[in-house]
């Protein structure tokens, strides 16, 4: 990946917020004076610290190239597969399946990805892997709660490994008037998932009051998703650049990350509750498991992906004509 | 440094969270307690425990799965100094309760699996003897419980290719033999302080 200057700005401009995130919490922390609000303070500075690592993977990912980031993404996947199969109860009878997952079907879907076989890249989990996991575990001969079992192996791959590729798949457009920029579009999407987060977890913990589901997800509150929304439409608008969008349409995508990031979180949280657990997992000091950080990310990544697709790579354009 | 390795990368490999819920990490004379479901067990209890107690932790393991091929007895020896018994005709030269005895010396701690050898029942199953014994013979031995949690689904008892999901262990209150406690209770107890630890395993 060359370096440009789009690149460089956006890459200062990440490492700005997290300067300026740094010093903010320590001020704060020094000025809190409750309890309550001390452990709020020491668990954001927890989390960033761990934004730091993984703004340093990720940028080191993207500089090093294609092969990098594809890389990067499919560890990703796997991480948050096992912490996505970790809290399903599934039987002795799934354990060869789970071999296949996570050893031979995760790494092809990469492999197709990093050939570029758009394809196979479609359609290999949703029909080939989904029909393989019940025969799989069929010649297994358990058949306690089979299609429950079943479902949540199918649901686990298309939500960790499907979802999640439609990142890095961003590197594989071939996108009018922007040719070989496309890991500035992969960061500017990761950093508006990101950003939308963040800033909804800061004005919900600052001014949230009505509670949008509390039954699903107590700290997701209209004041949180309206105000963290807009900010994070208005970075993203501003942001238009390093896009191959219109300030317009960079405007409407990153209100549309905002949505699809905001219920993809709450689908994860509901399914958390149901379990009885609070994170994901442990891998990330602050923050939980991997998942944790990925939520809104699954759900906004296939979105972005087709719209940009069909909208504007040059070789859908010219198939429409 | 090998053994080191060994640890860090079995705690990577089963993602392994280790919990100090009733005691801490302190280096005293433990005996370590655990349901045994997968051959990942003992190796991995032993990978959990901050390296200055790894090393004076002996794993007691069977003599008759250990000492098969090549890599096996190699690993038992030089990585894990494993203490192998003999469980299938023990005879009064090899006693597995003085085998374990000796091991535990005056400052080393065991891992023991008091089930006798891997489960594939949900709850474990009642503890052999050989855990009273032990403790009826080192009364100052700390009896450390240990809840394993997901190892039978990274490795089921069968099968000998992983599934990486994540396991957990959670460390109890340790327990000791009180004045007159018979066997059956005092075993039964044991077996009991193990499984209320499951419940913590899942907040």
Redesign the interface.
Known sequence: MNLDRELTWLISGVVAILIIASVLTRILKKRARSEGARATMDNVLSRTRAWWGMVAVFTLAILIGQTGTIILFGLLSFMALREFITLTPTRPGDHRTLFWVFFIITPLHYWYLQDGWYGMFCIFIPVYAFLFVPMRSALAGDCERFLERTAKIQWGLLICVYCVSHAPALLMLDLKDYAGQNAKLLFWFVIIVEISDVLQYVWGKTCGKHKIAPSVSPNKTWEGLLCGGLCTVGIGAASWQVTPYSPLQAAGMSALIVLTGFLGGLVMSAIKRDRGVKDWGHAIAGHGGVMDRLDSLCFAAPVVFHITRYGFDSHVLLQRF | MISGLIAGSLRMAT?A?ARWHGCGPELRQRIYFANHTSNLDGPLLWASLPAPLRMRTRMVAAHDYWSVGRLRPWLAQSVFRAVLIERKKPTAECNPLDTMLQALGDDHSLIIFPEGGRQ?SPDPQPFKAGLFHLAKRRPEVELVPVWME?L??IL?KG?F??????GSLVFGTPIRLEAGETKVDFLERARQSVICLRETT??
């Not at chain 2, 290719?161 to 994540?166: I, Q, R, V, Y």
């Open positions: 993602g969270l594939t997901n039978n689904r089921p099968e290719l992983p599934a990486p999901l994540l899942c907040s």
